[in-house]
Each structure stands twice: as structure tokens, then as C-alpha cells.
């Protein structure tokens, strides 16, 4: 009962208040909108940091740093490349190639190598006599090199103990000695005591070196040289042409007469020993320069 009646009092109360003017002095209150009709604000945009403005300073007070510059290589010069990678070795991969022996190193100088020459080739043998001589054999060893002639030179002793360096190179370069007496003595007349002397003191002083060859000075011989000779273990030669350069022919004749006479065997007597030999050894550059441009080989004619 109680409930009912402070029930009725409360409307009673509230119809009374709805019923009065509103005063001017109080604040209008507009009505809230719903929910679903309040305007849209957007949000303030999240500003997005640069990459710049990551960095430690603004980008209005960045200063780039310019690095000197340098002397690089370009890029092609100094990109390292990669190691090749070598294929694993298989069951049937071959033998390997063996390493090549390096070639030594000679003590001198060689003038030129010997060429490989033909051995059906026609074949001069070269002889020279009278030396060694100080000057002119050595010029005449250049010339052979220089074509790699080999020659055979027959030598007369007394000189040979004189210059037995010269001797040495004779052989060193692939030619051969021949017994040409002590003192170029002419054999023809000489009795066996003589004979004896002059051959064998020159043959002995040449030992291994010597071959088995005597060329007697001036094709002077006798009934006895031969036989005389061979008791020595030793053969008469002789030759077969020669320029005569002993009477100091031009060099132009010396070739022209080397070239002249060429044929497959033939003996040529030249000299390197018993006086100026110069153009000898100019006419032999010239003719063994031609000769060998026709195919002509050179080897000594005593081994």
C-alpha cells in the first residue's frame, strides 16, 4: 500500500514538472545523436618515418661524406674469379702426362743450333789445313756454326801445343782433327827416323782426340809415306779441288769456286792457318750460304 501511494506521488510529481516554462537562462542540451548517425572523423594519419628520417640526424642537416679519390683497378681487374673446380678423377680416366725434364742451361753461348739435315741430301766434306790459328780458325768455327757444317782439320802440332784452346773448340763443336806433322814438313824424302818424328809426336800429342787421318803438306809423298803411315794406324788423304786460297784469291773467287765444284763427295781443301785467311772465311759464308739453300750438307771427312 505504502508502494503504491509513493508510486502514485512520483508521477503526480513529474507531470507537475513537465508542465512549467524553461527558464532563458539555462543551457540548451542538444539531443545526442545515435550512434549510427555521428559524423565521421578520420583519424590523424601515422606519419611514416623515411628511411632518411630513420638516421640519427634530419635530413636537413645530413652532409655526405665524399670519398677521395682512388686508384682502383677498374672492375674487370680486380673482381676475383672463382677457383676452377677440377672434376673428380674417374675408373677410366687416362694416365697422366709425365712432367718434361727442363732443358739445362749451357755454360756458353751456342751460335746457333745444328739443323736437322737430310741424310739422302748431297754431302761436301770440308777440310782446312795449316791451323789453329788464333784468328782465323775461330772465325772460320763461326761460319760452320752459323750453317752447322762439320768439317775435319788437319793440324800441324807445333801449333797445337801453342794453342790448344783453340784445338779444344775444334772439337767441342763436333769436327774432327786430322795429323798434318809437327812442322808442316813435306813428307816426300823424309827418312823413316824423320818420317817417325814428325808423324808420331803430332799424333801423340793429339791422343783420343785425333782421328785416324794424315794428310801429308803438299801431297808430298813417297814410295814409303803410305805404308810408313799405316804403322801408325794412320790413312793418307788428300782432296779432291780447291780455290788455292794459299795465293790470296778474292773472297768472290773462294765462292765461286766452292759453289762451282759442288757435288755429292767431293773433298775441298781451304786453309785456315799459314797466312791471312780473311777472305777465306768471307768467300766460305757466301758459298756455304748458297749451298745450303740447294740442300747441301756438310760433315768431316775423318772420324
Known amino acids: 500500500m505504502i508502494r503504491r501511494a509513493a508510486a502514485a506521488f512520483a508521477v503526480v ?6 508542465g512549467q516554462s524553461t527558464p532563458t537562462s539555462q543551457i540548451s542540451v542538444s539531443p545526442v545523436p545515435s550512434p549510427s548517425e555521428a559524423p565521421f572523423e578520420p583519424a590523424s594519419p601515422i606519419p611514416v618515418p ?17 670519398a677521395p679519390p682512388t686508384t ?19 675408373t677410366a680416366q687416362s694416365e697422366p702426362e709425365p712432367t718434361p725434364t727442363p732443358t739445362p742451361t749451357p755454360d756458353f753461348e751456342e751460335p746457333n743450333p745444328t739443323p736437322i739435315l737430310d741424310e739422302s741430301a748431297p754431302v761436301m766434306y770440308l777440310t782446312f789445313d795449316d791451323g789453329p790459328h788464333p784468328v782465323y780458325t775461330p772465325q772460320m768455327l763461326d761460319v760452320l756454326a752459323r750453317y752447322g757444317a762439320r768439317a775435319t782439320f788437319f793440324v800441324v802440332g807445333s801449333l797445337v801445343e801453342a794453342y790448344p784452346g783453340t784445338t779444344q773448340r775444334i772439337v767441342d763443336e763436333g769436327h774432327t782433327l786430322g795429323n798434318h806433322t809437327w812442322n808442316h814438313e813435306a813428307l816426300g824424302g823424309l827418312t823413316r827416323e824423320e818420317f817417325d818424328e814428325t808423324v808420331g809426336r803430332t799424333q801423340a800429342l793429339l791422343g783420343d782426340r785425333g782421328s785416324s787421318c794424315l794428310r ?5 809423298m813417297d814410295g814409303s809415306t803410305r805404308g810408313w803411315a799405316a804403322e801408325h794406324g794412320l790413312t793418307v788423304v788428300t782432296w779432291d779441288t780447291s780455290p788455292k786460297d794459299w795465293l790470296q784469291v778474292s773472297a768472290q773467287d773462294v765462292a765461286q769456286h766452292i759453289v762451282d765444284y759442288a757435288r755429292d763427295g767431293v773433298v775441298m781443301l781451304l786453309h785456315d792457318g799459314g797466312g791471312d785467311r780473311s777472305q777465306t772465311v768471307i768467300g766460305l759464308d757466301i758459298a756455304l750460304r748458297e749451298l745450303s739453300s740447294r740442300g747441301y750438307r756438310f760433315d768431316p771427312l775423318c772420324r
Open 13 to 18: 510529481v513529474l507531470l507537475a514538472g513537465c
Open 50 to 66: 623515411t628511411e632518411r628520417e630513420t638516421t640519427a640526424q634530419p635530413e636537413s642537416d645530413f652532409t655526405p661524406q665524399i
Open 72 to 90: 682502383a683497378q677498374p672492375e674487370s681487374d680486380t673482381t676475383t674469379l672463382p677457383e676452377p673446380v677440377t672434376p673428380a678423377p674417374t
Open 216 to 220: 801429308p803438306p803438299y801431297a808430298s
